[in-house]
């Protein structure tokens, strides 16, 4: 335990970093074009989020890229504006233009402090097991600086990339201490009060004697997962008004103006352009921002399970097939474009030539735009999900299967004998075949324990990918040197610390279960069929508007008097397909949104989970939708033959 744990240079930190994203690239660019300086004020909060966050650019470029962007709108708004007066098409594309143009440039000037708040969250999911980690080397050695280093190799997030830094900045000479460093670092951290206090216990355990020391330890993560789970009551408290207000501008409000617009289309021709900006583009986008500032204040708790390196694992947003002994990588986008595509096409095709008077066609559509983004999410996610949720099966076991292991070896028991016997009394587990894999190492292939873990051909942890298993394990294979008694303890005092985890865990779950429960019916159930109930309505109010119309024009006496009214579809562009259309696009929007923010809540940051979530939301939702169409056609579609 007490060897040097090297860390790398700050080079090779920043060379695992992502490559420049399009906002930083954008800003960078923007900056060379013109100059333009932010207030002093707001400058000051972007250099600071700047450099929390470790964007690679400056206020400068910041403010330059929002001034580019604004008149660039700006100046096609007004074209468009134009073009359509001499034209004498719709100016609703250039106003819109000019409108956007507002709250575009508001999010490109405060981006930094947006994205400050995101990575915040990021990093405060791996709070709790930066506590974990530094208690658990702290136990063995009482040294901070070896615990942060510990912890840095182990955390493989924004926090490990942290601690990393700080180690960096110490080796360097910015800092004289570890202790100084983390007390300039926690300076960040001014709203989580518990991951201070417990940062403070750890640094203020190294002045006690043993027995104090330990207890100090033990009492830093229980204030770490209390306070887990007091944020996350005082926020599932916040959450029931966003909630409300999501529902209510997903699905009341879209439900009242769907199905009063054919008939307000009607007498005030209003053209389907209007329908699809305020369903398609304008409500999305409101609902977008509702989630994200809900999101935001997501307070930081337990992190998500974290996958290890494995040559199974596809890049993110690939899926991998075997071909031989190799597995061979492809991107999901390309993969769904070329089967959905082509549905999508003979849609617009059929439609075009129809005219949109008819549901068919419309419906080919939408099945090729669901077929795309399901595809697209189930092609991104299944295989690494299938990886994530078996080690989620073996995290939530590996904490009884230490303790029995760390029983067995308290006893005296050599290691191997105490494996064998764990792995008799774990029965059917999923962590059995970890153990059992171990076992096989040390028996048949006489491998140290070390070895029979982290062998990079056979060992038992890189047929697992958890980076928490791993740590562990290293740490037990590390006290098992040390003797068996060292070992036990070792054991015995993780599996406690990984039981309080799962606790906290769990009431955290049980926090959020009332508010996730109501968003999932909402995006699995309440959206498609009020989706698929309005599309019915609309069409069969369609269609007997049309009759109305035919039998007024057939009856010379209301002549006059139909003549007066803008009764005729032909002008006012509404049919029942693009009716169709606008809807199911603005079902499959708001799907993807709700799942969005299901997952945010529960998981935080986590793609993976949200693509699987927003897969399923879609595949359940548009049977539902389409399930809606069918039997309320069938129901109320008679009435559209009605002669009046």
Same mark, same amino acid.
């Given at each position: 335990?007490?060897?040097?744990?090297?860390?790398?240079?700050?080079?090779?930190?920043?060379?695992?970093?992502?490559?420049?994203?399009?906002?930083?690239?954008?800003?960078?660019?923007?900056?060379?074009?013109?100059?333009?300086?932010?207030?002093?004020?707001?400058?000051?909060?972007?250099?600071?989020?700047?450099?929390?966050?470790?964007?690679?650019?400056?206020?400068?470029?910041?403010?330059?890229?929002?001034?580019?962007?604004?008149?660039?709108?700006?100046?096609?708004?007004?074209?468009?504006?134009?073009?359509?007066?001499?034209?004498?098409?719709?100016?609703?594309?250039?106003?819109?233009?000019?409108?956007?143009?507002?709250?575009?440039?508001?999010?490109?000037?405060?981006?930094?402090?947006?994205?400050?708040?995101?990575?915040?969250?990021?990093?405060?999911?791996?709070?709790?097991?930066?506590?974990?980690?530094?208690?658990?080397?702290?136990?063995?050695?009482?040294?901070?600086?070896?615990?942060?280093?510990?912890?840095?190799?182990?955390?493989?997030?924004?926090?490990?990339?942290?601690?990393?830094?700080?180690?960096?900045?110490?080796?360097?000479?910015?800092?004289?201490?570890?202790?100084?460093?983390? &007390?300039?670092?926690?300076?960040?951290? #001014?709203? @989580?009060?518990? !991951? +201070?206090?417990?940062?403070?216990? /750890?640094?203020?355990? =190294?002045?006690?004697?043993?027995?104090?020391?330990?207890?100090?330890?033990?009492?830093?993560?229980?204030?770490?997962?209390?306070?887990?789970?007091?944020?996350?009551?005082?926020?599932?408290?916040?959450?029931?008004?966003?909630?409300?207000?999501?529902?209510?501008?997903?699905?009341?409000?879209?439900?009242?103006?769907?199905?009063?617009?054919?008939? &307000?289309?009607?007498?005030?021709?209003? #053209?389907? @352009?209007?329908? !699809? +900006?305020?369903?398609?583009?304008? /409500?999305?986008?409101? =609902?977008?921002?509702?989630?994200?500032?809900?999101?935001?204040?997501?307070?930081?708790?337990?992190?998500?399970?974290?996958?290890?390196?494995?040559?199974?694992?596809?890049?993110?947003?690939?899926?991998?097939?075997?071909?031989?002994?190799?597995?061979?990588?492809?991107?999901?986008?390309?993969?769904?474009?070329?089967?959905?595509?082509?549905?999508? &096409?003979?849609?617009?095709?059929?439609?075009?030539?129809?005219?949109?008077?008819?549901?068919?066609?419309?419906?080919?559509?939408t099945l090729g735009i669901i077929f795309f983004f399901a595809s697209y999410f189930f092609l991104s996610s299944f295989q690494k999900v299938v990886f994530r949720e078996k080690i989620r099966k073996i995290e939530e076991e590996f904490t009884e299967a230490l303790f029995q292991l760390g029983n067995k070896v308290s006893t005296g028991t050599p290691i191997e004998g105490a494996i064998e016997r764990s792995i008799k009394a774990i029965g059917e587990l999923e962590i059995k075949k970890f153990f059992e894999v171990i076992l096989k190492n040390i028996k048949n292939?006489?491998?140290?324990?070390?070895?029979?873990?982290?062998?990079?051909?056979?060992?038992?942890?890189?047929?697992?990918?958890?980076?928490?298993?791993?740590?562990?394990?290293?740490?037990?294979?590390?006290?098992?040197?040390?003797?068996?008694?060292?070992?036990?303890?070792?054991?015995?005092?993780?599996?406690?610390?990984?039981?309080?985890?799962?606790?906290?865990?769990?009431?955290?779950?049980?926090?959020?279960?009332?508010?996730?429960?109501?968003?999932?019916?909402?995006?699995?159930?309440?959206?498609?069929?009020?989706?698929?109930?309005?599309?019915?309505?609309?069409?069969?109010?369609?269609?007997?508007?049309?009759?109305?119309?035919?039998?007024?024009?057939?009856?010379?006496?209301?002549?006059?008097?139909?003549?007066?009214?803008?009764?005729?579809?032909?002008?006012?562009?509404?049919?029942?397909?693009?009716?169709?259309?606008?809807?199911?696009?603005?079902?499959?929007?708001?799907?993807?949104?709700?799942?969005?923010?299901?997952?945010?809540?529960?998981?935080?940051?986590?793609?993976?989970?949200?693509?699987?979530?927003?897969?399923?939301?879609?595949?359940?939702?548009?049977?539902?939708?389409?399930?809606?169409?069918?039997?309320?056609?069938?129901?109320?579609?008679?009435?559209?033959?009605?002669?009046?």
């Open positions: 335990m007490k060897e040097r744990i090297p860390i790398r240079k700050k080079a090779e930190i920043l060379e695992e970093e992502e490559e420049l994203k399009l906002y930083e690239k954008l800003c960078n660019f923007a900056e060379k074009i013109v100059k333009v300086e932010p207030d002093k004020n707001t400058k000051q909060k972007m250099e600071r989020s700047i450099e929390i966050t470790h964007l690679r650019v400056s206020p400068t470029g910041v403010a330059s890229l929002t001034f580019l962007a604004s008149i660039a709108l700006l100046f096609l708004g007004v074209l468009l504006i134009i073009l359509a007066l001499n034209l004498n098409f719709s100016l609703t594309y250039g106003f819109l233009l000019i409108i956007f143009s507002l709250p575009i440039g508001y999010y490109l000037y405060n981006y930094p402090i947006f994205y400050e708040k995101k990575f915040m969250i990021s990093r405060g999911s791996e709070i709790t097991f930066l506590i974990l980690y530094m208690i658990i080397y702290m136990r063995e050695s009482p040294n901070l600086e070896g615990a942060v280093k510990f912890a840095a190799a182990n955390l493989s997030g924004n926090l490990g990339k942290d601690m990393k830094r700080l180690i960096w900045e110490i080796e360097a000479g910015k800092y004289t201490t570890v202790d100084e460093a983390l &007390i300039d670092y926690l300076s960040i951290w #001014k709203e @989580e009060k518990y !991951f +201070i206090e417990a940062i403070q216990m /750890l640094r203020e355990s =190294l002045n006690y004697n043993e027995e104090k020391r330990l207890r100090m330890l033990d009492e830093a993560i229980q204030i770490v997962l209390q306070g887990s789970e007091e944020k996350t009551r005082i926020y599932s408290n916040e959450l029931k008004m966003p909630v409300l207000l999501i529902h209510a501008l997903g699905v009341l409000l879209p439900v009242i103006g769907l199905v009063m617009f054919p008939i &307000i289309a009607i007498f005030m021709n209003i #053209k389907s @352009e209007v329908l !699809f +900006i305020g369903y398609n583009i304008l /409500l999305p986008a409101i =609902l977008l921002f509702l989630i994200t500032e809900v999101s935001q204040r997501r307070p930081a708790t337990i992190s998500r399970i974290t996958l290890a390196e494995h040559p199974r694992l596809p890049p993110r947003n690939h899926f991998s097939i075997k071909v031989g002994r190799k597995y061979l990588s492809f991107n999901s986008i390309i993969f769904s474009s070329l089967f959905s595509f082509p549905i999508i &096409i003979f849609g617009l095709y059929a439609f075009i030539t129809s005219n949109g008077d008819k549901l068919v066609e419309s419906f080919i559509i292939l006489g491998m140290t324990l070390h070895e029979a873990i982290f062998n990079r051909e056979y060992g038992a942890a890189y047929l697992y990918p958890s980076t928490l298993i791993r740590s562990i394990m290293r740490i037990v294979a590390d006290a098992s040197r040390k003797g068996v008694q060292v070992a036990s303890i070792t054991m015995l005092t993780i599996s406690k610390y990984l039981r309080s985890v799962h606790l906290a865990e769990e009431k955290i779950k049980d926090m959020l279960s009332d508010v996730l429960s109501s968003l999932k019916f909402q995006g699995f159930f309440l959206t498609p069929l009020v989706c698929g109930v309005v599309v019915s309505l609309a069409t069969i109010i369609i269609s007997i508007l049309k009759e109305i119309m035919k039998t007024q024009s057939s009856i010379e006496a209301a002549k006059s008097y139909a003549a007066g009214l803008p009764f005729l579809f032909g002008k006012i562009g509404i049919t029942p397909g693009g009716f169709q259309l606008i809807c199911s696009l603005y079902f499959i929007e708001a799907t993807i949104l709700v799942a969005m923010f299901t997952n945010s809540i529960e998981n935080g940051e986590d793609e993976i989970g949200m693509q699987t979530l927003a897969f399923r939301m879609l595949s359940i939702g548009s049977v539902v939708y389409f399930i809606t169409i069918i039997a309320c056609m069938l129901i109320f579609g008679p009435m559209a033959t009605i002669k009046v």
